[in-house]
């Protein structure tokens, strides 16, 4: 769920030449192929995360966000990874171009069973929401086959006619001496087919946008950055192939009086001077609810305190981590004529100097 660091996904060191990086890369794009991993869905992802850290670190400009801010500051310049494998292909094309001989680097025609886009959906949530835990319905926008047609594009009572030019091959093959060169079929697009009379909901695509509604349960300690994955939520593969996954990315709004370092929950507590010095019980908040804290008498301001197990529940094992409570100690703005007696009193008997009077 935590995103990798980039160089670490590529195998080179931070300061690899563009060289080290397109290399690395290819050995891992070559590794991971969907064309030789067919349906492995690990391999997939191993695929992508390498497209993604190529993507960024083959770029001056976003490797130098990236080493300087990291994936966060990624995530703010708008940069979204890739959503697919048609998205990886059409950025790399002549990455694969040598080995696979064909732009796209896939050697299936166009009608060939296609796995449906990954979609990603960024969620905003509450600090409480992200330390407790919920479950929520989302709307997703995506396509999926048009039902009038099932898919096809063609209107209701037709049915797509094979293309004659390459027989419904999809690709036509040009000889010319030693050589033959395939080529898209110009006829049909490389579909390998031809609609005469389109599907009219569909406008003849096949496909159809809808908003769909997904409950999603978002396990307590969440953190700005987290991703969770929902097989097959994504948009549905094309002539029968798996649908794609979602990705809910988590951004976690701060809080007013909490602060967060991992599972650990930080506050400050202001206490008065006199509580300090003498000691005293008071209340603070914490997450279930206010709870009683003991400030030993000679307290000084910026003390730490802390209840164990009071913070936030860890995302992977068990427990819960600490609250850490530093006290700031206030002194008052204004006395009135008696506190001023007293606390003159005071000062004498700590032979304290050079007061104002
Ligand atoms: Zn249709
Ligand atoms: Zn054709």
């Known amino acids: 769920m935590i995103k990798r660091c980039y160089y670490e996904v590529l195998g080179v060191e931070r300061n690899a030449t563009e060289e080290d990086i397109k290399k690395n890369y290819r050995k891992l794009a070559m590794q991971y192929h969907p ?4 349906g492995d869905k690990e391999a997939e992802e191993q695929f992508k995360e390498a497209a993604e850290s190529y993507e960024v670190l083959s770029d001056r400009e976003k490797r130098d966000i990236y080493d300087r801010y990291g994936h966060e500051g990624l995530i703010n310049t708008g940069f979204r990874g890739f959503s697919g494998f048609e998205d990886i ?6 990455i694969f ?3 696979f001989g064909f732009s796209n680097g896939r050697s299936r025609s166009r009608t060939a069973a296609r796995a449906g886009n990954d979609l990603r959906y960024d969620m905003k949530i509450s600090f409480m929401d992200a330390a407790i835990g919920l479950a929520r319905d989302i709307e997703v926008p995506k396509y999926e086959t048009c039902g009038d047609c099932r898919g096809t594009g063609a209107a209701a009572g037709t049915s797509p006619e094979i293309c004659r030019r390459c027989q419904g091959r999809g690709q036509v093959t040009q000889s010319s001496g030693f050589f033959s060169i395939s080529s898209t079929c110009p006829g049909c697009r490389g579909e390998g087919r031809i609609i005469t009379e389109p599907c009219r909901p569909c406008t003849g695509t096949g496909r159809k ?3 769909r509604t997904v409950n999603i349960k978002i396990p307590a300690g969440v953190e700005t950055g987290s991703r969770l994955r929902l097989r097959s939520e994504g948009e549905q593969g094309s002539h029968g192939g798996p649908s794609g996954d979602l990705y809910v990315f988590i951004h976690v709004e701060p809080h007013e009086f909490f602060e967060r370092n991992g599972a650990d929950l930080y506050c400050r507590v202001p206490i008065s001077f006199v509580q300090a010095a003498l000691g005293a019980t008071i209340e603070v908040p914490t997450l279930m609810g206010n ?7 000679g307290t000084q301001s910026g003390k730490t305190f802390r209840l164990r197990g009071k913070g936030i529940a860890h995302l992977r094992g068990l427990g819960r981590g600490d609250q850490i409570i530093e006290t700031v100690v206030t002194i008052p703005a204004q006395l009135n004529r008696k506190q001023e007696e007293l606390l003159r009193e005071f000062a004498q008997l700590s032979s304290e100097q050079g007061l104002h009077s």
Do not use: A, H, M
């Not at 064309?35 to 067919?38: A, G, K, L, Q, V």
């Not at 709870?291 to 008498?297: A, D, H, N, S």
């Open 89 to 94: 292909f059409s950025s790399f094309g002549s």
């Open 35 to 38: 064309d030789r991993n067919s």
């Open 209 to 211: 946008q809808i908003t």
């Open 291 to 297: 709870e009683k804290l003991k400030i030993p008498r």
């Open 97 to 99: 171009e040598d080995v």
